[in-house]
């Protein structure tokens, strides 16, 4: 198994995704144990794009409990339908905000976020988990982000 990511973090964002996603995948398929593997991409994310928070929440009866994550210490439940994770697993999709502050009910975990990106694990039409990251900046979440962690997080091994 690799013990460093090689990760071109001088190019587009595209580019960087292209560069680090195969490594997490080849990571991945000697790994089954979810909490492993979501460990380490959350550790991957952090270090390759320096956004302030990056992690899961698992879906766990009626609510959201916080797993694997990077950054500052976080709200540790979520119910079903609140904020912007609790609406991605109701609306089973993933979901940008470019300004957090613009974004009814959404919940400030850390003052220091302006933007974010929330992103479903899906199995058999059923929510498993989230990934949610946050930025410090506004609007650092587009397109190429959605398409590259939808990407990511469908290859997680469940
Ligand atoms: N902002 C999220 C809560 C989780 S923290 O950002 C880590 C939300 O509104 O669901």
Redesign the pocket.
């Known amino acids: 198994m690799a013990e460093e990511l090689e990760v071109l973090n001088k190019g587009t964002k595209a580019e960087t995704y292209r560069s680090l996603l195969p490594q997490l995948e080849a990571l991945m398929q000697c790994e089954d144990d979810l909490i492993a593997n979501m460990a380490n991409i959350t550790a991957a994310l952090k270090e390759t794009f320096g956004w302030l ?1 990056v ?1 899961f ?1 698992l879906v766990k009866k009626d609510q959201l409990v ?1 797993g694997p ?1 990077q ?1 500052p210490i ?2 540790t439940r ?1 119910g079903y339908g ?7 697993w109701r609306e089973k999709k993933t979901i940008i ?1 470019p300004d ?1 502050d613009e ?1 009814p ?6 003052s220091a ?1 302006r933007s ?1 990106i ?1 992103v479903p694990l899906i199995r058999n039409k059923e929510v498993l988990a989230i990934l ?1 990251i ?1 930025s410090s900046e506004l609007d650092q979440f587009d397109q190429t982000d959605k398409e590259w962690l939808e990407k990511l997080v469908n290859s997680i091994p469940t």
């Open positions: 928070w992690g929440y916080l994550f950054g976080a709200c979520i609140k904020g912007v994770c609790g609406t991605s905000v957090v974004f009910g959404h919940i400030a975990c850390s976020s974010e929330v949610d946050d």
